[in-house]
């Protein structure tokens, strides 16, 4: 078939090939968007759904927190009443109630730690005191004022601690 059949000449063959090869340019752009948007969309519910449990578990936090010196007044309590024969009901009592309040926080994800011979670590021990020792190595809890609380793996309040530092070798 001849140029003149076909209606169309050279240039103008020339240019619907060029629309097509645009056309074909522009709709891979538009796929390359369009998977890019959709690979975004499922990211963003990913990080939807993460942000989701991470509130889900942490969301008591405050509460929790409020409650920890609850159990810091009964540990008080108790070592106050334990020397008094009389008050032995009252310490059977208040150590009762410490105890649920123990399991219904465990139960909230919430752990008490203890942190006595471990060495110091500012995110989970809050150094309330200084104590000169020969005996422990510098750096190493001594004294516990006041356990610490985990929630699941977050620190809801750091244990309040004594740390030993060694002896001034000038003062001897």
Do not use: C
Request: hydrophobic share 45%.
């Amino acid at each position: 078939m001849s140029d003149a059949a076909s209606g169309q000449g050279p240039k103008q063959q020339a240019d619907a090939v060029v629309d097509v090869a645009a056309m074909k340019r522009e709709l891979d752009e538009k796929q390359d968007r369009l998977l890019r948007a959709l690979a975004e969309m499922d990211n963003m519910r990913r990080r939807a759904q993460r942000d989701r449990e991470e509130f889900t578990r942490y969301a008591t936090e405050s509460l929790l927190r409020d409650l920890i010196p609850i159990i810091d007044n009964f540990d008080r309590a108790l070592e106050a009443a334990r020397g008094n024969s009389e008050a032995a009901k009252v310490v059977e009592g208040i150590s009762l109630i410490q105890r649920e309040l123990l399991r219904v926080l465990e139960r909230a994800g919430v752990k008490r730690y203890s942190a006595l011979g471990q060495p110091f670590d500012p995110t989970r021990h809050e150094a309330t005191a200084s104590v000169v020792s020969a005996d422990a190595k510098p750096n190493t809890v001594v004294a516990e004022m006041l356990p610490g609380y985990l929630l699941h793996d977050r620190v809801l309040r750091a244990a309040q601690v004594a740390v030993a530092v060694a002896p001034d070798e000038d003062a001897a």
